[in-house]
């Protein structure tokens, strides 16, 4: 039975996949079938500059103290995602949409593990553009919400399409147990712990207090 602990080190992600499902370790897992593309995507990042870390069970790469994109691989594609999407201006109309509920257009998406390589000229650009953002301290306005997320659960929601989409149906309600459950914690690993530890029941479509 597989360990299905969320890797905390980027180069378990690439040998073994996130740790989130029970194709972890296997060669059905999606970050071994896109191996390749991923690598190279690693490979750009890197080049750049980027710091490479783990977060949410996937590597992710930040410049002055900020995240910048993620890496994630799924059944029928893999992905690099931009943080702080909005500002993002994408002159070659190349970003996508990660689900229904994102609001602006904020990943590379690929099929093919030759695609990166194609593009790096392209993806190098737009990690400058994102770099530049974060080195002068820009942050995309605040949209009016209901419901004030922590920054954290934003992260991991942008992070993670499936979870944004199970949070998005979440009656308001819930929605607001687990801003409250976040926002009682001091510092962001333990928020960012609960939301890992909460992830299950969000999918679920459960509030923080529900069991």
Known sequence: MPDLSMITDPDAYFADGCGRCDRFATPECSTRVWRAGLLTLRRIALAAGLT?????GHPCYMHAGRNIAILGAFRADYRLSFFNAALMQDPHGVLAKQ?????????FRFTDPATPAALEPVIRAYLAEAMGY???GILPPKTPTEIDLPEELVEALDADPALAEAF????????????????????PATRQARIARGRAKIMLGKGATEY
């Open 52 to 56: 490479e870390t783990a977060k949410w």
């Open 99 to 107: 689900g229904p509920n994102t609001t602006h257009p904020d990943c």
């Open 134 to 136: 974060a080195e002068q």
């Open 168 to 187: 998005a149906a979440l009656t308001p309600g819930r929605q607001k147990s687990w801003a409250l459950h976040l926002t009682g914690t001091r510092t």
